[in-house]
């Protein structure tokens, strides 16, 4: 007789919800189906944290939270930013410095010729960038606008600069950009257009987590994760459980525990069933 197989082990029950928000919750329209913010709402109202943890600036999280039955915590800037909405305040910012942007725009345009930049100032509520930097998404003059002289665009702390050199793929440019600036600041990507995103050295959305986590007296091993793009591999690779929606990147899905299914398919919320009981 074959000997019984051992029990599989029960994991506990997710202190706290991490998610992504674009290709991870949102569907590829950029809309949150109103199955996934029932499930979010449920858990929530249960008592266990839901907190968003993004690349978007403060300024784009509105169009979400108008989807979702109350705002929720965020994360933004990938980690440079920990923000309440109920209190429309910033709880902690770690922006790059004058001084250090400054350094860093010498070191991409020494390394990148051609490279356009901008950048994410008043604790991500303004943009500021060079003319010749391609806007494609929203263009609210009373937020962003294009600097008048060079020194503009560095006079700042800015929680967040961005590189663009036209077309690239986006890996190979930002291992170009990562290797120019080694040492001195973080680079990722969350896009497929070629875009680079620059935060402080150590600022990463695992960092902006930890930080979120410690004030509610949570670790690492409480929290459940979900995204898709290069820029959550530190946040996924931190908690203690992480999930990769299909549609994931590859760096991503060689990451993590589990593949839920895609962004398409409301993969994060069929998950956060299986684990918390439908609706």
Request: with cysteine; proline share 9%; hydrophobic share 45%.
């Amino acid at each position: 007789m074959d000997p019984t197989p051992p029990p599989t082990p029960v994991r506990p029950v997710p202190r706290l919800v991490a998610t992504d928000i674009d290709g991870t919750l949102l569907g590829p329209d950029r809309t949150l189906s109103p199955y996934t913010a029932r499930v979010l709402e449920r858990i929530s109202t249960q008592g266990t944290p839901v907190v968003l943890v993004t690349g978007r600036p403060i300024r784009w999280l509105q169009v979400v939270y108008d989807q979702l039955h109350a705002p929720l915590p965020a994360i933004c800037a990938n980690g440079a930013v920990v923000y309440d909405p109920a209190a429309d305040e910033v709880l902690r910012a770690d922006p790059l410095a004058p001084e250090l942007l400054t350094e860093v725009a010498r070191r991409l345009r020494a390394a990148v010729p051609g490279v356009s930049l901008a950048v994410e100032v008043v604790d991500s509520r303004q943009m500021r960038h060079e003319a010749h930097f391609p806007l494609t998404w929203d263009a609210d003059p009373t937020v962003i606008r294009a600097i008048e002289t060079p020194e503009e665009l560095l006079a700042a702390p800015a929680v967040k600069l961005l590189a663009r050199a036209g077309v690239q793929d986006p890996d190979r440019f930002t291992s170009v950009v990562a290797e120019a600036l080694a040492g001195l600041a973080e680079a990722t990507h969350s896009s497929r257009s070629g875009l680079v995103e620059i935060s402080a050295s150590g600022v990463t959305k695992a960092a902006g987590l930890a930080w979120y986590c410690a004030r509610q007296g949570l670790s690492a091993r409480d929290v459940l994760a979900f995204g898709d793009m290069p820029n959550d591999v530190p946040m996924l690779t931190w908690a203690g459980r992480a999930v990769a929606v299909g549609n994931a990147h590859h760096a991503v899905l060689a990451i993590a525990d589990e593949v839920t299914a895609a962004n398409s398919e409301d993969g994060v919320a069929a998950y956060l069933d299986r684990v918390f009981g439908p609706v």
